[in-house]
């Protein structure tokens, strides 16, 4: 195939392996089994590849990895491993751990050296809970670098593109750096300069091709991943979902039958196995009402993950007696959002992935309190939130800024100056008081317990402590903080109107409770024992971190390395000759 030939390719008979997902995880095991010798065919249930990928930080999480070149403390396996002992508690796997810690770094250096993805450091990146016995305070994620979407030749009609709320004007942002240039542009002649330069390109890149050309973040590493794909020849079938698995009469894996764009079926042999990488449940009502205690209807939940995420791929793997973990800690990585107004009428998520760590910036509840250290992960925060609100009730909450804080860094989508306000506050996205009685008026928050929430965190505040929840104690809260606030990076006091507030419910970055896999990636049925010929990767398999949030890029980094592990179980079996024709 040449770099710029169609993604749909006649129908094979049989092929050795089939990888339903176009995300991090399944075109990981895809190319590694292609450059190991494999025939490969990829599926895709959408018309764009990428998955929840290509809507992420492109941030793995990779212990001893071969790209930190500098670490504050030295890393070692010892240490990650007493830190996810820690961070999984009952739920920790030690044969699953030791496989992704082992591969880990041997994923990487593959991808590196064999294919078009490349990683960059993230020196300053640390874990989210570094004081945690074995965590590190830099080091263990890494990043893919930027891409020039133009080498994907005609292929790049096909990318999913980024989450539209959490870009500007479609722009992609690389890093935390070049944010904070956005956020000084008014306040740094070298920041208004760099955000002219990227405005100009960016503004020539719409013009020219009508989406931008400089790839970032997960945006970089689905095209990053998928150039490779097209460089070996790999078939990418889009609109073309997994419609059943089938066994042979031992029970194998041996074919699928795959449903193509014009709605026609057909079936297709598998001579070494299928890899489940379709990305999890989050928008699937049906498991998100069994699983997420606070979505009865399974309604009450809102991701930004891409519509076809909906649980494909546990449900093929049940109808073959594979087994779904149930009874992990939390059944998804949560995150706070906010439902911002479209024309469309459908509102999009924002995720609160940068504002919550800002000084001046306080979460409350209905009640007006709060209710967490708001400059921890969005998991923590998310289950904080999920505390606070109990059961029963909706799960929802307020963040909180006076006028200065909100125009220095914004809050949710809403944007810092020299941006209007106007569009924000007009379609009730953001609310505005005068007093801070008259803006819990309008959220619906209990005004006095609001009023005495804020005084008494603004004592504190004002020597830039904050003695309830000790925002800033955590080295990842000061990482996402601003350095330049001083005392502290994260603290700041709420007292110069007019006051604002914008509404956070629940959202996700991805499912954990996943199909119940081993250490080679291959799925299990109820009795624990493996289902020849199938594999999960990404979010279709449970979670290695038990359910715990450790650090950025514990979804992608066990994906790739998971994905990585099955390709390479497959070939391994394949030069031992062990495949059965199917």
């Given at each position: ?15 050795d392996v ?25 599926l ?6 990428g998955?929840?990928t290509a809507?992420?930080g ?11 070149a ?9 240490a ?18 030791e ?16 294919t ?14 570094a004081?945690?016995?074995g ?7 890494i990043?893919a ?19 539209r ?16 240039h ?9 920041s208004a ?6 405005l100009c ?21 689905a ?11 790999i078939?990418?079938w ?12 031992g ?6 039958s ?11 042999g598998?001579?070494?196995?299928v ?23 399974g ?6 993950a ?7 791929g546990?449900?093929?793997g049940e109808?073959?007696?594979?087994e779904?973990?149930?009874?992990l800690?939390s ?8 439902l911002v ?11 609160h ?18 209710f ?18 109990g ?8 963040l909180?800024?006076d006028?200065p ?6 809050l949710?989508?809403a ?12 379609s009730?996205?953001?609310?505005r ?48 903080g ?36 081993d250490a080679?990636?291959?799925?299990l ?8 010929g199938?594999f ?9 971190m ?23 179980y ?9 495949l059965?024709?199917?």
């Amino acid at each position: 195939m040449s770099r710029d030939a169609p993604l749909q390719d006649a129908v094979p008979a049989e092929v050795d392996v089939v990888v339903a997902g176009t995300g991090a995880g399944g075109m990981a095991a895809a190319v590694a089994a292609r450059k190991l010798g494999l025939e490969v065919l990829l599926l895709e249930k959408e018309p764009f590849y990428g998955g929840t990928t290509a809507r992420s930080g492109g941030v793995l999480w990779i212990p001893n990895n071969p790209i930190s070149a500098f670490r504050p403390e030295p890393d070692s396996l010892d240490a990650a491993r007493a830190y996810l002992r820690h961070e999984c508690g009952d739920r920790y796997d030690s044969e699953r751990v030791e496989a992704f810690l082992a591969h880990g770094p041997r994923m990487v250096d593959f991808f590196v050296k064999e294919t078009a993805v490349q990683l960059v450091p993230l020196p300053e990146y640390p874990d989210y809970h570094a004081e945690s016995p074995g965590g590190r305070t830099a080091g263990r994620s890494i990043m893919a670098a930027p891409f020039d979407a133009r080498a994907l030749g005609e292929h790049v009609r096909g990318l999913r593109p980024p989450l539209r709320e959490i870009t500007f004007v479609g722009m992609m942002f690389n890093s935390s750096a070049e944010i904070s240039h956005f956020f000084n542009v008014t306040r740094s002649l070298r920041s208004a300069a760099y955000v002219a330069r990227r405005l100009c390109t960016h503004a020539f890149e719409m013009l020219t091709h009508g989406r931008a050309m400089r790839l970032t973040n997960g945006n970089a590493l689905a095209a990053r991943l998928a150039r490779t794909v097209f460089d070996l020849g790999i078939p990418m079938w889009l609109s073309s979902p997994l419609a059943a698995l089938h066994r042979d009469e031992g029970g194998a894996v041996r074919a699928v039958s795959v449903q193509r764009p014009d709605g026609s079926t057909v079936r297709i042999g598998v001579r070494a196995g299928v890899v489940l990488a379709a990305g999890g449940f989050p928008q699937d009502p049906q498991r998100r009402a069994q699983l997420f205690p606070h979505a009865p209807t399974g309604r009450e939940h809102h991701s930004p993950a891409p519509p076809g995420n909906t649980g494909d791929g546990l449900r093929l793997g049940e109808s073959v007696g594979a087994e779904v973990v149930r009874d992990l800690p939390s059944a998804a990585a949560w995150i706070p959002v906010s439902l911002v107004p479209r024309g469309d009428g459908e509102p999009g998520v924002f995720p609160h992935l940068i504002d919550r760590y800002k000084p001046g910036v306080i979460a409350v509840n209905r009640q007006g309190r709060r209710f967490a250290n708001e400059s921890d992960s969005y998991h923590d925060v998310g289950q904080q939130m999920l505390r606070a609100c109990g059961e029963g009730g909706p799960v929802e909450a307020w963040l909180i800024a006076d006028h200065p804080t909100l125009r220095r860094y914004g809050l949710g989508h809403a944007k810092p100056f020299p941006l209007p306000l106007g569009p924000y506050l007009r379609s009730d996205y953001l609310l505005r008081g005068a007093t801070l009685a008259e803006l819990a008026a309008r959220a619906g928050i209990d005004a006095r317990q609001l009023e005495r929430t804020v005084a008494d965190y603004n004592v504190g505040a004002r020597e830039g402590q904050d003695p309830q929840f000790r925002r800033g104690w955590r080295v990842y809260n000061r990482f996402l903080g601003d350095r330049t606030h001083r005392p502290n990076p994260c603290v700041a006091p709420v007292e110069r109107g007019p006051f604002y507030a914008v509404k956070i419910v629940m959202g996700d970055l991805g499912t954990f409770a996943g199909l119940r896999t081993d250490a080679h990636a291959r799925v299990l049925d109820a009795q624990g024992a493996p289902i020849e010929g199938l594999f999960a990767a990404g979010n279709d398999n449970a979670s290695v971190m038990g359910g715990g949030y450790p650090g950025g890029g514990i979804t992608l980094g066990p994906a790739m390395t998971f994905g990585f592990i099955a390709a390479e179980y497959m070939a391994g079996r394949a030069a031992a000759g062990a495949l059965s024709p199917s």
